[in-house]
């Protein structure tokens, strides 16, 4: 379809990082130590290993409550945000923002998680943030956790597995919602609530060898649980709090195809792809899907809960239905003598028919639409494209230019892909906001070379640099299609 028309009115472009990859300042301002701030990076492990990236034992964190370094826990300084958002925020207006999506860290709020009084200082320090925001009229889109949760709940809680931890995170909600209620109108609840299947210790503060004799996976569905129940406490609050507020969900968009046509491979794909949706399907429908039920009656999981668990999740699901959406990936019943490539926080079959990243991601912007497609006639609620991007190595050119027209490639069709779906399938969308928008410490392996800002941040995946912030060929290209509300991606000359 040759379009003439641009993207929706009002649709919010803008950009996304989280804090606990972009912040630093992680022991200033009173914050407490977060389970972010004591993940470990491991440059010399194969980049698609993704569980060895993400790997955490009690030993682990023994061993970063010792030191005070910032080369192997990168994400303790991150982007340095927390002394450069004025900057930053300043780079986000030229490109024309509308909306920008980041995270609060719990523990700049409550150190420790379970304390009576919030730190001052942590709030203030985001009341600073937004201010600078709506100064340039760009909207904060706020993740109330996202990867951070504080370290005290992890060693004197059991992380989200504890059911006091509802409490906790409830009077975190009250107190950041009544706080900036004349700030934030948008909010999400749970970064990829799905993750916690695939890494539970940044997710949910979950280290299994603390778990002893326990069924590992009934911890991690309990510990789902918790932050189900939690969700819905949370969107209660916000819609309380702030009329005319918007909660969202947030799931990891992991699209399968069929790897051929037979059946089996058929019947594996949708099987793979439910093991997504089942989460999704829980906090927008407010109850748990019968084949959800099914996975735990046949796998002997049994789920604790309280009364008026069920009653709070069917009151209060979530107003819209955002995402993060990098790759596809193929499924099939018999893998053996198939490739297998990374994804996001996976390792799938390698689909011939597609090209892929420096990290093996593999590229596929149609794979965007289908998901939008799958999304909406699923939900019928609106959708919010929070996270896309390509993470890539670029390099800084003698004359300072950074030259990242694969990054502009690759965002272009992406961007072509959501017209498509909303002009031509109908689906309600938000916005969209690109992942790293400034460069940050990758979450799939702690590098800051893994690069998929606009802005480039001098410092290398040891913290060296001078941090200073570089726009790149993709800073202007992106400022021409937020000006022209997307008309410029079928120009040829921008």
């Known amino acids: ?97 509308k909306v920008y999506r980041m995270s609060i ?114 911890v991690i569905f309990q510990a789902m649980h918790h932050q189900f129940v939690a969700s819905a406490h949370a969107t209660r609050i916000c819609h309380e709090t702030i009329p005319g507020s918007l909660v969202g969900c947030m799931l990891t968009k992991l699209t399968y195809y069929p790897y051929t046509c037979k059946p089996e491979d058929v019947l594996k794909a949708q099987q793979t792809m439910r093991g997504t949706y089942c989460y999704s399907d829980t906090q927008v429908f407010g109850e748990y899907p019968a084949y959800l039920l099914s996975r735990f009656k046949n796998n002997g999981i049994t789920i604790r809960k309280e009364d008026g668990d069920d009653e709070i999740m069917k ?64 939900y019928r609620k609106p959708l919010f494209i929070v996270e896309n991007g390509l993470g890539a190595a670029d390099v800084v050119n003698e004359d300072g230019t950074i030259d990242d027209q694969y990054r502009i490639d690759y965002l272009r069709e992406h961007m072509k892909a959501i017209l498509d779906a909303i002009e031509e399938d109908g689906v309600d969308c938000l916005g969209y906001t690109s992942w790293g928008c400034i460069d940050l410490v990758s979450e799939s392996t702690k590098q800051m070379s893994k690069r998929y800002g606009y802005i480039y941040v001098d410092c290398d995946d040891y913290g060296k640099g001078t941090y200073n912030r570089m726009r790149k060929k993709s800073f202007y290209w992106y400022k021409k299609v937020i000006e022209t509300n997307g008309m410029s991606l079928y120009l040829e000359e921008i």
């Not at 889109?141 to 370290?151: C, G, I, K």
Request: aromatic share 16%; charged share 25%.
């Open 105 to 218: 860290a719990w523990s700049r709020i409550f150190p420790n998680g379970d304390d009576e009084v919030p730190n001052e200082e942590g709030l203030k320090f985001y009341d600073d943030v937004f201010d600078e925001l709506h100064k340039y009229g760009i909207e904060p889109l706020v993740t109330m956790s996202h990867y951070e949760p504080p370290l005290n709940l992890v060693l004197n809680y059991k992380g989200w597995y504890s059911r006091e931890v509802i409490g906790f995170f409830t009077r975190y909600v009250e107190t950041i919602c009544t706080r900036y209620q004349d700030k934030v109108k948008y909010w999400l609840t749970f970064n990829e609530v799905d993750s916690m299947i695939r890494h539970p210790y940044t997710t949910g503060g979950l280290i299994e060898d603390r778990f002893p004799g326990q069924n590992f996976e009934e």
């Open 315 to 378: 009151s209060y699901p979530v107003d819209f239905v955002s995402f993060s959406y990098y790759n596809s990936s193929c499924a099939a019943e018999d893998t053996s003598n198939l490739n297998v490539t990374a994804g996001n926080t996976i390792n799938a079959i390698k689909n011939p028919y597609l090209k892929a990243s420096d990290w093996g991601w593999q590229i596929d912007p149609t794979g965007l639409r289908i998901s939008m497609v799958d999304l909406y006639d699923r």
């Open 1 to 97: 379809m040759n379009h003439k028309q641009t993207f929706p009115e009002g649709f919010l472009w803008g950009g996304a990082t989280a804090a606990n990859q972009v912040e630093g300042g992680w022991n200033e301002g009173g914050k407490g130590i977060s389970v972010s701030d004591c993940a470990r990076a491991h440059f010399d492990t194969d980049v698609t290993n993704y569980k060895a990236h993400n790997a955490v034992t009690s030993q682990d964190i023994e061993a970063a409550l010792a030191t005070d370094d910032e080369v192997y826990y990168p994400k303790r300084h991150g982007s340095d945000f927390y002394h450069h958002y004025k900057e930053d925020i300043r780079l986000f207006a030229e490109m024309g923002f």
